[in-house]
């Protein structure tokens, strides 16, 4: 069982940036490959991107391509979402996800105002 905890949410204005960390407790992560998601008040979760285990590869949800960078530091057992020229319908409440276990954290809420 893996424990994860994310951080780094907040309010920002449009066109800020924010990092968001997912840590890891319980095992290794490093073998996992990890991926962040977001839902909005009334929508369905959505993928945002994943990083595979050696962090050589990644792959971006179409509405953040060019804005958001996933990365991990497998010594630290934490994954982070690089947030930047953040808009308003990127509010959400954040989730970090081990995508072959399907585990989840609490989530860590992003607001940007206009």
């Known amino acids: 069982q893996v424990h994860l905890v994310e951080s ?12 968001l960390s997912c840590a890891a407790s319980g095992r290794s992560i490093s073998s996992d490959t990890m991926a962040w998601f977001r839902q909005a008040p009334g929508k ?4 945002v991107e994943q990083i595979i285990r050696s962090g050589g590869s ?5 509405s953040v391509k060019g804005r958001f960078t ?9 994954v982070y979402l690089q947030m ?4 308003p319908e990127d ?9 072959a276990y399907n585990y989840w954290g609490q989530g860590t809420q992003v607001t940007v105002s206009s």
Request: charged fraction near 25%; charge should be positive.
């Open 8 to 19: 780094g949410g907040g309010l920002v204005q449009a066109g800020g940036s924010l990092r």
């Open 44 to 47: 369905e979760r959505e993928f």
């Open 58 to 62: 990644t792959t971006y949800g179409d």
């Open 70 to 78: 996933i990365s991990r530091d497998n010594a630290k057992n934490t």
């Open 84 to 87: 930047n020229s953040l808009k």
């Open 91 to 99: 509010t959400a409440v954040y989730y970090c996800h081990v995508r």
